[in-house]
Structures are given as structure tokens and as C-alpha cells.
């Protein structure tokens, strides 16, 4: 387990929940609470309404960074459950300077992992170990392979078996949403020749673009170097 995710998680002192922006949250990114003597669980839905309460009391932006590494990676929309929410919330606070530092990474690295099925396998250890601090080290375990190489337990010379996958479209190489190409494709002529994106863009959606490196992080609406090249691809295959 990494050192920093051995450490205490320390978080700011809890602010009261105020229930209607916890609710316009969850809006954002299409969640759905269901009773937790209803149904299964579908994508984007969860049981978990206290476990999200208290991510909010953390913060809203913290918040957000958990539902988007979850909800932003694939084949993750059905993880909205307690024990992975704790432990990317955990890791997340460890180590904010790799998610600060290239959140894209992180977002790679989740798509290559199944939240759900880790979960099922730190379960059936959960007398040993809690399955949110096993799910946790483990996450821990693979940004570090990532984020510093130069430790010991990760081998750069261990082959990779499996045959290389067909290139991905664009949309899909950047983990575009439909709403996401629609908007690159509404991009409209800024002043000096810069290119922005509509003064209607969720603010969702261009903090989502711009983890992408599409869009200008921030207040702005302006899109990179990166971003002008998708709208021309996204406009020339419409």
C-alpha cells in the first residue's frame, strides 16, 4: 500500500448538508438514489445516499471527483456502491497531487479496471481486511505504477501477452459523452480567431472537456490546440 494511503485520512470539519445542492450534484452527473429495500442497483443508480452525504460534507468538488473517476471510466456506471466510493474517495485525498497533476491519468487507468469485480473479490477477504481500505490499496498500488515508476515492485521489462487493440474512435480514445461531441461541434468563432465552445456549456461538461485537454481549465470557454482539432474531426464526420 502506498505510504500516503497508510496515513490517516484528514479532512476538513463537516458542513452541514445542505440537501438541495447535494441533490443538484447528483443531477449533474445523472444519479439516482433507489431505497435500500428496493431494487438492484442499474447504471448510474445507488443505495449509498448516506455514503454521498458524507462525501459532500467533505466538499462539493470532492464530491464531483469521486462520481467522475467512477462515473467518467468505463464499464464503472453499476459501482456506486459504499466500499468503492470510500476507497476512491480515500485515494483521491492521499494522493490529490496525481489527481491535481494529470487527472487523465487517473481516468485511463480506471478503464482498465473493473470496479465492480474488484469489489466481489475484496469482499470474500472482508474478515481480514474491510473491502473499502482493500479496494483502496490496491488503487493506491496501480497509480503508483503510473505516477512513480521509479519504485522498486514496478518491472518495466514484463511483456504485455495480449494482441494490441484496434484503434478506438476519436470519441471514444477521449472518452467523449454524445453531449460532449455535440457541444465541440457547436463551437463558435471567438474573438482573435480563438474557437470557444457555446455560452450555454454545462459547467459539467467543460471541466470534463478540459481533464480531456480540450478546453481552457476554468471560468472560460476557450478550447485548445487539441479541442480545435476534434471539432474539425467531429464536423467533417458528422
Not at 445516499?49 to 467533505?58: E, G, K, S
Not at 515492485?153 to 474512435?169: G, L, Q, S, T
Request: charged share 25%; aromatic share 4%; proline share 8%.
Amino acid at each position: 500500500m502506498d505510504a500516503a494511503l497508510a496515513e490517516t485520512v484528514t479532512t476538513r470539519p463537516a458542513a452541514p448538508v445542505k440537501h438541495e445542492t447535494l441533490a443538484a450534484i447528483l443531477r449533474e452527473f445523472g444519479v439516482k438514489i433507489l431505497p435500500c429495500n428496493g431494487p438492484s442497483i442499474g447504471p448510474r443508480q445507488t443505495k449509498a445516499a448516506a455514503t454521498l452525504a458524507r462525501l459532500y460534507r467533505i466538499g462539493p468538488d470532492h464530491l464531483r471527483d469521486v462520481l467522475t473517476v467512477i462515473l467518467e471510466s468505463e464499464n464503472n456506471r453499476l459501482a456506486l456502491v459504499k466500499p468503492v466510493l470510500l476507497a476512491v474517495s480515500d485515494v483521491l485525498q492521499a494522493r490529490a497531487d496525481w489527481w491535481q497533476s494529470d487527472a487523465s491519468v487517473w481516468l485511463e487507468l480506471f478503464d482498465r479496471i473493473d470496479l465492480l469485480e474488484l469489489h466481489g473479490a475484496t469482499k470474500r477477504g472482508r474478515a481480514a481486511v474491510p473491502p473499502r481500505h482493500a479496494i483502496a490499496a490496491i488503487l493506491g498500488e496501480e497509480l503508483a505504477k503510473m505516477f512513480d515508476p521509479g519504485r522498486p515492485h514496478y518491472r518495466r521489462d514484463i511483456p504485455d501477452p495480449r494482441p494490441p487493440a484496434p484503434e478506438k474512435p476519436l470519441e471514444r480514445r477521449l472518452r467523449l459523452t454524445e453531449t460532449m461531441v455535440e457541444t465541440l461541434r457547436r463551437a463558435v468563432p471567438g474573438e482573435g480567431g480563438r474557437l470557444v465552445l457555446p455560452s450555454w456549456t454545462p459547467r459539467m461538461t467543460r471541466a470534463a472537456l478540459a481533464v480531456r485537454g480540450l478546453a481552457v481549465d476554468g471560468d472560460r470557454f476557450d478550447l485548445t490546440e487539441e479541442g480545435r482539432a476534434a471539432v474539425a474531426h467531429f464536423r467533417s464526420n458528422c
